[in-house]
């Protein structure tokens, strides 16, 4: 008996940033072939706004996926809400910003992907370190703050890693993810050409300090609660404390 799959929204919109990726890529593939080298007017993208466009269409593709496989390998518990928040990141970061453009015709657009970014994965650290100390052979009970602490330098340590994959990128096929490059092809010097990878790992920081800051007051809540519930005996403990 042939199973008939549930459509809910997180498979919806996972099926629409499908579809979207998979014809970014044969845009952005025609645009490589038939684009000239050099923009001969202003606004005009060249070939290696395709490529990046391609790279970053096949790097979203791989990526989307990523979730459900860490979840199937290891049982991490992503919500439906994360995975719809992560598809719509994937959209409005590779669709919307490099096919259509919106990083030059929206003001501000990079920045705030970037402090949404850093709050994502700030909220991805508090999953992943609750589920690396489940994984251990012995459970220790994690302080607010060390967990927050580490849920923070997750997220900036994926925001420099994101940073060193532009910039190596960019030397490699030439292209201009770290934004050194006006649109109309002016390369900026100084620290002109460094304001938009410094204020990317700045709001990647600002927006990773919220999500955590929130999780710090919530976990001290649920500490409170909890020493409620175990009538605040020290010695009514299972676990080490870290």
Sequence with gaps: ????????????????????????????????????????????????????????????????????????????????AMYILYFLFLYCAIYLGEVRNFFYVVPHWDTWLHTFSGGMLGALGFIVVGRLNRLGRKWVQLSPGFVCLFALCFAVTIGVLWEIYEFTFDGLLGLNMQKFRLEDGTQLVGRAALQDTMKDLIVDVLGAAVVVGLGYLHSLREQKHQKLVNGDDPQNTSCPKL
């Design 1 to 80: 008996m042939i199973r008939k799959k549930h459509w809910d929204a997180k498979s919806i919109i996972g099926l629409i940033l499908l579809i979207t990726l998979l014809g970014s890529i044969v845009y952005a593939g025609i645009g490589c072939a038939l684009a000239p080298e050099a923009a001969s007017q202003p606004g005009e993208r060249c070939r290696s706004d395709y490529v990046l466009m391609l790279l970053q269409c096949c790097l979203g593709l791989a990526v989307m996926f990523l979730p459900n496989m860490l979840q199937k390998k290891w049982t991490w518990p992503i919500s439906d």
